[in-house]
């Protein structure tokens, strides 16, 4: 390991904070990492990891010496000179993004400290400037995050790329930044502040739209007897359009997609822009998430008194994280319509169980499916691609799976008895929505 490097102060220990405390660590940093949750820094300070992100346990473990956690904030201004704020910026009820935790932190800082302010927290653009107004004498950086849950550990050690906004007068600051980042590779991309702003929620919000367009193409094949799978593959060839992002479901959700489109479409309606566009992209997933309750009265009629086994909650697979997931207002939907909801995910049980009352928590997906009239999947986790379908289809009082990640091969499924519908997916035998009677 490299020697000692120049100390890094992060403030926000959640995903973005303690990834990139525990990466600078293994770089070879010294990390003091400030959270305002006293429980939180007590079991980091313990040796217990407070998030499920593959990898993260390890890099915490073997960096321990390089890492400190504190709330106190002295402590962080003492130990480092860049200051990487990770704090949360949620939505407010406006819809716009909430600034307050960035505001506070703005607040404990003074000019003249000698400290550089490297925001990570994904703000809006203009924030940069509103905080070098009020912040005159300390410099400032716009660093945003990009890195995905799940694969986060691997996103920030090897980034396509890292963007660093600084403005005039600042770029020295710019520069011991791209430092740290050099030897992570990924391009380094150089700007002023409001384009690296508008960098991270214009990127989030293109993959929204991807999301939102292939979901509406699905929804189109289903009609006309299309395969969306078929389609995909052939539109992703076009190396204009790309691969990625071309696969459809039951609507995106997690902590920043959801948010940051409907910051940005805020903020544009705040300086005066009517982003038509991000209004659709946002009622496509909204009502994505809902076509599933319909595909299953589709099969079952009335969903009254209807057992629903739904196989994952997490956004997505390898994080426990709950915001925004599809799975909350799919349950709340199957309940609204008079369903009684049981549910397995491989990590993010504990934490659903607060957020998803109504619903009966199993230990694993077969004891999930017992006795369910159906089955949705809903977070494509791996295990469930090697579940023993025919014996769920044993235990089940229906074997009927609504597959909302086009996870699963349909041809095995419909072998071990399963009546299987994904999105947008042609399976041999069924007739298209557009041509039934
Ligand atoms: N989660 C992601 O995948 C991801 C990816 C890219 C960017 N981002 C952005 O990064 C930011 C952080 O996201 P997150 O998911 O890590 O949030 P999070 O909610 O997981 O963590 C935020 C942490 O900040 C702490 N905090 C709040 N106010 C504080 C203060 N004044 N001082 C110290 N700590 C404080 C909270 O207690 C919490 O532990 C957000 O702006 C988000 O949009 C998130």
């Known amino acids: 390991m490299s020697q000692e490097k120049e100390p890094i102060g992060v403030i926000g220990v959640g995903w973005v904070g303690l990834v990139t405390a525990a990466c600078f660590a293994e770089v070879g940093h010294r990390v003091v990492a400030r959270d305002i949750l006293p429980e939180k820094v007590e079991a980091l300070s313990r040796g217990e990891i407070t998030i499920h992100e593959p990898g993260l346990a390890e890099l915490l473990a073997r960096n321990a ?11 962080l201004l003492e130990a480092a000179s860049l200051l990487f704020v990770c704090v949360d910026t949620p939505p407010t009820v406006s819809g716009d993004a909430d600034l307050s935790r960035v505001r506070s932190v703005v607040a404990e800082l003074s000019a003249g400290g000698g400290h550089t302010l490297v925001m990570k927290s994904t703000v809006p653009a203009g924030t940069g400037h509103s905080i070098r107004r009020d912040l005159p004498g300390v410099p400032y950086v716009s660093c945003p995050e990009f890195l995905k849950e799940g694969s986060a550990v691997e996103d920030f050690m090897h980034p396509d790329r890292v963007v660093i906004g600084a403005d005039a007068g600042d770029e020295a600051s710019g520069d011991a930044v791209a430092r740290l980042y050099e030897p992570l590779g990924g391009e380094i991309v150089r700007t002023d502040v409001a384009s690296a702003e508008m960098i991270k929620l214009a990127s989030n919000a293109f993959l929204a739209t991807k999301i939102s367009f292939v979901n509406e193409i699905a929804n189109v094949c289903e009609e006309v007897g299309a395969d969306v799978a078929e389609v995909a593959r052939g539109m992703g060839l076009d190396q204009r359009i790309g691969p990625a992002f071309l696969r459809p479901g039951i609507g995106y959700g997690g902590s920043c997609f959801p948010k940051d489109v409907s910051a940005l479409k805020m903020l544009a309606g705040n300086s005066g822009y009517h982003f038509q566009l991000l209004n659709a992209v946002i009622e496509v997933n909204e009502l994505q998430k809902r076509r599933v309750v319909g595909k299953l009265q589709k099969h079952l009629g009335s969903l009254l008194g209807k057992r629903v086994a739904l196989l994952g909650l997490a956004f997505k697979p390898h994080t426990d994280d709950m915001r925004e997931a599809s799975s909350l207002v799919l349950a709340a939907r199957l309940e609204g319509e008079g369903a009684e909801v049981a ?58 799976l609504i597959d909302g990640r086009n996870f699963l091969d349909p041809s095995l499924l419909k072998g071990a008895g399963f009546e299987y519908e994904g999105i947008g997916r042609v399976v041999e035998g069924s007739v298209p929505a557009g041509t039934a009677d």
């Open 65 to 75: 010496e390089r890492l400190t956690f504190t709330t106190d904030m002295g402590e």
């Open 343 to 400: 549910a397995y995910d491989p990590v993010a049980g504990d934490i659903a169980r607060g957020l998803l009352g109504g619903v009966e928590f199993r230990d694993s997906a077969l004891e999930a499916l017992d006795g369910a009239d159906a089955a949705i999947l809903v977070t494509e986790w791996p295990e469930f691609a090697e579940l023993d379908w025919a014996a769920a289809a044993e235990r089940m009082a229906r074997p009927l």
